[in-house]
């Protein structure tokens, strides 16, 4: 480790912007789902959703190139690539959800998605769930519960407790279950009511990955849209971490969940590494919002920022990676599963496509989170070329989310290590 460079950060950055692993990495080059380190180590990415399509894609660097040797400056002229990229991307989404607005970042979309459900409802409260991501603005931060204390929130914003059937199911269907955490969505509907705020909206991600990526329950989300509607509110589907495919049989979490949000958020993967996020919407509600609020983004769907979401979109379907997720990722959850057998910390395995988690229990009976061991598996993977993060309350749910190009060689390399990993660390 390059301890001279952690000091230099830790002097310009600070020493609470957050770095991966005890011995932090220097990565100095991607290829696919391979980085690699100062020292000309190679590690397996089995994380990052950021270079969705793989590291430095060839066809994603060379439209990035090319468009940046050729005109890059703002959103307010006639451009054809944004143009096509919008048809595009809005082809993927249900009818309805017709119109985009082009980001930065994911936690502006998320800011933008409140700026509209507060103006078209009239209504100020949000709710998110007590272990949430959705990013870093003012008023985003307010509903990242993750990183934002109860006392922080301010009046206008609920959380609803995560859901977790690995340990509340207690033989409910599904059915049951999701009727039975729609129960605890309304209370908070109620609560704000209580206090004199109605619903603006409720903002969920679609595969509740900060949360540590639970079983869905049937027919959920649609319930959840159902009560959010009933009480004047506004759905917002965050697709940050679900969308572009992760799931594999899906392009978005929404549709998986057989929902039809009011908006949807983006980012993340969509640039592959380039920032580019953005809201999708109806247009009735655009066009009510931006009656009202002029929106204007500098950099959100320049030409390059166009010229890159195209081509990560032409990847997508010209490899099938799709298709691939789907394939692979039975693979990888089946290996997940041979595993669960052999070591008894294994307590749960979830997931779907290229998007798993596997929690991390101290007794398979009582269920109790293992927060230290899943640290020390975490390192210990790091130590041994595979890339591994966690996530989860009890900060005990291995977080698996390799590229999309991801193949079943790789996976072997990444069950192989963690079997090996598990075996030490018991
Ligand atoms: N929503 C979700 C679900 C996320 O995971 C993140 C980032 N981790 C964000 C929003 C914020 O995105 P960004 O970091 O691009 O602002």
Redesign the pocket.
Known sequence: MNTSLLERRFKVLGRHSPLFYEKPLQLVRGEGVWVYDADGKRYLDAYNNVPHVGHCHPRVVEALCKQAGTLNSHTRYLDETVVNYAERLLATFQASLERVFLTC????A?ELALRIARECTGHMGVISTAFA????TAAVSQISSVFTPASKRGPFVRCVPVIDPYRERNGRSDDELADAYVRDLQQAIDDLAKNGVKLAAVLF?TAF??EGLPEIPRGYFPKVAKAVHAAGGLVIA?E??AGFGRFGSHMWGHDLHGMLPDIV?M??PMGNGHPL?GVVTTADLMERFTSENMYFNTFGGNEVSSAVGLAVLDVLRDEKLLENAQRVGDYVLSGMRVLQKRHPSIGDVRGKGMFFAIEMVTDQQTREPAGARTKVIVNAMRERGVLISRIGMGDNILKIRPPMSFSTQNADVLLSTLDSVLSSVG
Request: net charge negative; hydrophobic share 10%; proline share 0%.
């Open positions: 970042t994911g936690s502006e998320n991501y959705h990013g870093n991600c990955s900060s965050d940050v971490q958020t980012g993340k996020a």
